[in-house]
């Protein structure tokens, strides 16, 4: 089965650039999409088909797939914006959604 | 406003069946592809199975594939899921989600409903 792999966790400093991989074969020929998720919460979606940006979601918040590698990246990263961070591909020859194993983000 | 409400989780032995749903609102329910994900305690997301507006698609991860049936209710606003020979590994929150609008991404998703499988 189709499988995605992320950082378990990346730490960036308040202010600074954020960024988040996800590697898996050829997912430049898929679309993915990011979730965040907070403590006790429902995750939410904060980038979809690679790099678009739902509506309500800060501009900070940006995406993109090249060869094998998709990137999220936070500019400007704020404490609230601690949480973990799902990728998630569409695999449509064998059966749609993988997720990745989730990035926790600290913010110090 | 987009609402998805789980219902139906609870304590199963191994081996047991449990059903979930999944009341929708806010929305036009019939124009979307509908998902379940889980995520065990203190784990990440897993997909579990997604349906098409119209129940002509249907998919599930191999994990559940043979044990677990999902299936809509178009005219009642409602998804399902209907869970058989459970393990203990089933045990997990489980999330109703819509897909946006064909982009293969979920834009909504309920607060969960939580399964344990436990004897």
């Known amino acids: 089965s189709y499988e995605v792999t992320q950082p378990p966790s990346v730490s960036v400093s308040p202010g600074q650039s954020a960024t988040i991989t996800c590697s898996g074969d050829k997912l430049d020929a898929k679309y993915i999409c990011w979730y965040q998720q907070k403590p006790g919460q429902s995750p939410v979606l904060v980038i979809y088909?690679?790099?678009k940006r739902p509506s309500g979601i800060p501009e900070r918040f940006s995406g993109s797939n090249s060869g094998d590698t998709v990137t999220l990246t936070i500019s400007g990263t704020q404490p609230i914006d601690e949480a973990d961070y799902y990728c998630q591909a569409w695999d449509s020859s064998t059966a749609w959604g993988v997720f990745g194993g989730g990035t926790k983000l600290t913010v110090l | 406003e987009v609402q998805l409400v789980e219902s139906g989780g609870g304590l199963v032995q191994p081996g047991g069946s449990l059903g979930l749903s999944c009341a929708a609102s806010?929305?036009?329910?019939?124009?979307?592809?509908m998902h379940w994900v889980r995520q065990a305690p203190g784990k990440g997301l897993e997909w579990v199975a997604g349906i098409s507006w119209n129940s002509v698609n249907i998919g599930y991860a191999d994990s559940v594939k043979g044990r677990f049936t999902i299936s809509r209710d178009n005219a009642k606003n409602s998804l399902f899921l209907h869970m058989n020979s459970l393990e203990t590994e089933d045990t997990a929150l489980y999330y109703c989600a819509k897909e946006y609008g064909g982009t293969s991404a979920f834009d909504s998703w309920g607060q969960g409903t939580l399964v344990t499988v436990s004897s």
């Open positions: 806010g929305f036009a329910f019939h124009n979307y592809a």
């Open positions: 088909q690679d790099n």
